[in-house]
Each structure stands twice: as structure tokens, then as C-alpha cells.
């Protein structure tokens, strides 16, 4: 029988996953949690409203994780979605499934999944215990020795789950990170993932809040590509943001400045080749010479206007310029503008604004069959302190609930069949 518990750093999505498990297979659990209430980043997730998972199958949902998803089959062979949602299910929390895949409760409420966890964990015999910062881990052969501002708690097994360095009110400050490299292991450089970009370009006014449903966009340093992406984009008063901006925020340099020639190339129109759009601008300039250029340009085209007169002034083109006298030239300058828009990037919105955080704790030193560390056994990793992040849509959070699942469920059969 074991005495020393299941010490897990950090009451997060990962953390009380990992509680719960730990004690549903019997072991005793204390939480240490430095903030004054759990869960706080569950509770603004989703804008409030907490897209905990996807409706995705397995393969499709292991691509969102930008090619580290292979390390998580394990974890989710052994919990995953349906795991996720029967256990919050059985905790009176329904979910909808949105027609885009997204998976949210029912009632729109991220608190009811947060409440959810938390009651399951205390009622499954964690103890959570609030205001606690970990200082730092000594794992010795017999137990793990966690430092905490007043003394010193032994585990028979330490869960480090206490998240990233975004979003650092919510208490995730990078705590895991130093406290991992101070034992030794190797901690892939982190930046900030999930976020918008400042764009060194005057934009007007009128743009913030602009939206196009489907851009093609590539992040290129110089002309190195960095990374890629499609999907949908927001303007806004910082510069650029949606979901297909944040999923190429991550391939950032981390040391982005306005001179590191980082910029972004934008296809605004990226169902249409450059030669049918060209014929497009042409054949209406033909039919409609009295009409003006920018005009038109929104008739045929379909982007929103405001962005349209953006592009036409990066194009150059005179204000009331007529179809009739626009020439070749011109209608080849606003096709390159509209297929191959080149945007220098100054700098990321930085780990205050981002939803996720790249790097961390190393894939190499961590058994994925187990979640524990291959140097330190027993010492487990779960969560967004792992060197893995995902795409919006849900990922983040299920691959913090089934790496913490895995590890809860593996600290304690350590502890049965290692006893301290
Ligand atoms: C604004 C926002 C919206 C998001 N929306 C979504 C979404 O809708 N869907 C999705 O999948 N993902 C979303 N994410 C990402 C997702 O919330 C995180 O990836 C996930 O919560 C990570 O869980 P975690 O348990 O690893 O870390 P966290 O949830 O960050 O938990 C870590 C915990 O550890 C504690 N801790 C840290 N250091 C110490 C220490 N030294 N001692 C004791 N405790 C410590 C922290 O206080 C914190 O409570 C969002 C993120 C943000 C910021």
C-alpha cells in the first residue's frame, strides 16, 4: 500500500485529468495549484464558451498537431473524445457539436466544464489544495520531492501539468519549463503559437474587423518559406488575426523584430488562378469603360469592399480612374496585389494574447506509452507543457485531457507496483 500520493502541479484541463485518473485507480492524490481557484484557463477558453474537443477522426485530429501528433496516439487510444465527453456526460455537463466539428457544452458555459472537473476530482478523492506554487521537483529512487514556499512534500509520483506561458494571468508563467531545464532535460525553445501579427503597414481605419472566409497565406523570411496556411482571416487594429493567421503565428523566429524580413504573402482570392482573374478584370473593364475602377472591382470581385479599396490603393491606382482607361499594366499590378500580397511582420502578439504556447518539455524525453520521463520514472509530463500544440478547433484541450488521463493513470499503477 502506497503512503506517499500522486503530487500533480497544476489544477489545469491536463492536471485534473490527471487527478481524476490517478484517483479513480486508487492511489491518493493531492493537487498543488498556484492560483486562488482551479481551472482558470478552461474558463477562458473559447471565448467563455470552451471548445474542448473535435469531431474529427483519430488520424484527422493527430494532423493538427503541426507533425508532433504522432506522440499522442497512446493517450488517445487510451482517452479520447468519447472518454471526454461520457465522463462530463456522467457529470450532467451535455455537448453540442457545431456543422465546423467544433465540440462545446451544451449550455455555452465554460465554467460548467471547469465545475465539472474539479467536483469529479474532489469527488474521486484529489485533494486540491489552492494558493500552493510549486518552487521546484527533486526526484530522488524512492519519491519525488516538490518544494514549496513553506516545506517540502514528498510524492511516490510527481505530475508536472502546469501548462504553458500563454495567457500568464491565467497562472501558466513558464513555471514548468524552468523547473524541467533546472533537472536536467531538454526544453525545446517556446514561442508564442495561436495569435494574431502586427503588420508595418498603415491600414485604414475601415479594415479592423474585415474578414475574408478563405486566404492563402505564407510566413517567408526573406524568401524562405516558414510556414503555410489557408483559411479564414480578420483585420484588426494590430494587424492581422483568424484562424488560418494563428495556425502560422507559431512558425514565427522567436526573435521577430520589425528588420528580421519577415513577411507575409497573401492570396486573397485563392480559388482563382491569376490568368482567370486577369481575364475577369479585363472583360468587365471592356463592358463597363464609363464605370470607375474601384467599383467595378467590387461588383466582379468577391471581397469585401472596404478591403477592396485597401488593396486598389496598395495598387496604386488613381481614385477615379475609369475602366476604360485602365491599362495592362495596372490590371497586372492589381492581380499580383490580389494573388501575392507581400506584408512586412513586426512582431507576434506576444505570449499575453496567444492561446497556446510552441516548445517545451521535449517529446525525446518522455515515454508516450506512459506520459513519464524516460530519465526520471517517476516524474510525468502532461499537458501544454509538452513540447505540443495544436490548431484551433479543440485540440489543445483534448490532448491536455488525454496526456493528463494517460499519466494519472500511470502514476498510480507505478505507485501499486512500486510502493515507497
Ligand atoms: C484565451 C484562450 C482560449 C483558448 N481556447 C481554447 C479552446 O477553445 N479549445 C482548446 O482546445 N484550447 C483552447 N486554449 C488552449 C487550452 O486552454 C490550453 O492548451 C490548455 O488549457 C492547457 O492545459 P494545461 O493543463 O496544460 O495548462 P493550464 O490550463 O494552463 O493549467 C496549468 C495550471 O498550472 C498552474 N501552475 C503553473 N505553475 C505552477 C506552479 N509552479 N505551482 C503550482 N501550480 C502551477 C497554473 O496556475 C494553471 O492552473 C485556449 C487558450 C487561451 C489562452
Known amino acids: 500500500m502506497a503512503h506517499h500520493p500522486v503530487i500533480v502541479v497544476g489544477a489545469g484541463a491536463s492536471g485534473l485529468a490527471a487527478a481524476i485518473a490517478a484517483a479513480q485507480y486508487q492511489a491518493p492524490v493531492i493537487v498543488l495549484e498556484k492560483g486562488p481557484k482551479p481551472a482558470r484557463k478552461i474558463m477562458v477558453s473559447g471565448a467563455g464558451r470552451c471548445n ?26 487510451v482517452f479520447f473524445r468519447d472518454q471526454l465527453l461520457d465522463l462530463l456526460m456522467r457529470e450532467g455537463v451535455a455537448t453540442i457539436t457545431e456543422p465546423n466539428g467544433k465540440i462545446f457544452p451544451a449550455s455555452g458555459r465554460a465554467a460548467d466544464v471547469a465545475d465539472a472537473l474539479v467536483r469529479l476530482a474532489r469527488k474521486s478523492g484529489a485533494d ?9 521537483i527533486d526526484p530522488a529512487d524512492d519519491r519525488v520531492d516538490v518544494r514549496l514556499p513553506d516545506g517540502v512534500l514528498s510524492g511516490a509520483a510527481v505530475i508536472m501539468a502546469c501548462g504553458g506561458q500563454s495567457w500568464p494571468a491565467t497562472g501558466s508563467s513558464g513555471d514548468g519549463y524552468r523547473m524541467a531545464a533546472g533537472l536536467g532535460l ?6 508564442p503559437a495561436l495569435t494574431g501579427l502586427h503588420l508595418a503597414v498603415d491600414q485604414p481605419d475601415e479594415l479592423q474587423g474585415v474578414s475574408c472566409p478563405d486566404i492563402k497565406l505564407e510566413l517567408l523570411q526573406e524568401n524562405r518559406r516558414l510556414g503555410q496556411s489557408r483559411g479564414e482571416c480578420v483585420l ?12 502560422v503565428s507559431r512558425d514565427c523566429p522567436p526573435d521577430l523584430r520589425q528588420q528580421s524580413g519577415v513577411s507575409l504573402e497573401l492570396d486573397w482570392l485563392p480559388g482563382r488562378t491569376a490568368v482567370s482573374l486577369e481575364e475577369t478584370i479585363r472583360q468587365a473593364c471592356a463592358s463597363h469603360g464609363r464605370r470607375q475602377l474601384r467599383t467595378l472591382l467590387s461588383d466582379c470581385l468577391p471581397l469585401p469592399q472596404a478591403l477592396i479599396r485597401w488593396l ?6 488613381p481614385e477615379n480612374l475609369l475602366a476604360a482607361d485602365t491599362s495592362r499594366i495596372q490590371i ?6 490580389m494573388k501575392s500580397l507581400r506584408l512586412p511582420v513586426s512582431r507576434t502578439r506576444g505570449f499575453q494574447d496567444a492561446m497556446a504556447t510552441a516548445g517545451g518539455v521535449s517529446l525525446r524525453e518522455i515515454d508516450p506509452r506512459t506520459m513519464a520521463c524516460r530519465r526520471q520514472p517517476r516524474l510525468f509530463f502532461a499537458g501544454e507543457v509538452l513540447d505540443i500544440d495544436g490548431d484551433t478547433g479543440g485540440y489543445n484541450l483534448q490532448a491536455a485531457f488525454s496526456t493528463g488521463w494517460l499519466a494519472g493513470r500511470e502514476a498510480a ?5 512500486r510502493p515507497v
Request: hydrophobic share 45%.
Open 186 to 191: 531538454a526544453v525545446v525553445p517556446v514561442r
Open 413 to 417: 499503477r507505478l505507485i501499486r507496483s
Open 128 to 136: 486540491i489544495r489552492l494558493n500552493q506554487t510549486v518552487l521546484a
Open 52 to 77: 474542448l474537443t473535435n469531431q474529427q477522426p483519430m488520424q484527422a485530429f493527430i494532423d493538427h498537431y503541426f507533425g508532433q501528433g504522432r506522440f499522442l496516439y497512446p493517450a488517445f487510444n
Open 332 to 337: 497586372d499590378t492589381v492581380v499580383r496585389i
Open 312 to 317: 486598389a490603393v496598395l495598387s496604386e491606382l
Open 236 to 247: 484588426t487594429h494590430f494587424g492581422i488575426s483568424g484562424p488560418a493567421v494563428l495556425r
